[in-house]
């Protein structure tokens, strides 16, 4: 009877064991970047320059940092989806003073089209 208990404990804890790492692996409240090749594209031309980890324009990357947009709790992500779609319709970005520097990384109408339209779906698409 002993042997049948401490092996019904041994298998409790493997399941519970088990449980615990596949939540943490896929945590319910999970968020992945979905980026499609033309939304990527435009913004390694345009946006991640400035916008990333090893960015020297601390300014941006505390504003946004594309390295780690991932780990963003939801309201922050969706936050800032919608400050992307704004910024770009306002065309605040790339901003003014950078275009006159890099005059190749500014956004088309048809890219900026993208961004807006891919930022406002994605952040739609968290408030499901």
């Given at each position: 009877?002993?042997?049948?208990?401490?092996?019904?404990?041994?298998?409790?804890?493997?399941?519970?064991?088990?449980?615990?790492?596949?939540a943490a692996e896929n945590p319910a409240d999970?968020?992945?970047v979905n980026m499609p090749g033309d939304v990527k594209?435009?913004?390694d031309k345009s946006c991640f320059g400035c916008h990333n980890n090893d960015s020297k324009n601390d300014k941006a990357k505390e504003?946004?940092?594309?390295s780690t947009?991932?780990?963003?709790?939801?309201?922050?992500?969706?936050?800032?989806?919608k400050g992307m779609a704004?910024?770009?319709?306002?065309?605040?970005?790339?901003?003014?003073?950078?275009l006159e520097k890099f005059p190749d990384k500014k956004?088309?109408?048809?890219?900026?089209?993208?961004?807006?339209?891919?930022?406002?779906n994605e952040a739609?698409?968290?408030l499901k």
């Open positions: 009877m002993r042997n049948k208990r401490n092996s019904l404990f041994v298998i409790a804890v493997f399941l519970f064991a088990s449980f615990m790492v596949s999970s968020k992945v594209a435009i913004i504003k946004l940092n594309l947009f991932d780990t963003l709790t939801k309201n922050k992500m969706i936050a800032a989806y704004e910024a770009v319709e306002e065309n605040e970005m790339p901003p003014a003073k950078f956004l088309t109408d048809t890219e900026k089209k993208v961004l807006m339209d891919w930022a406002n739609k698409s968290l």
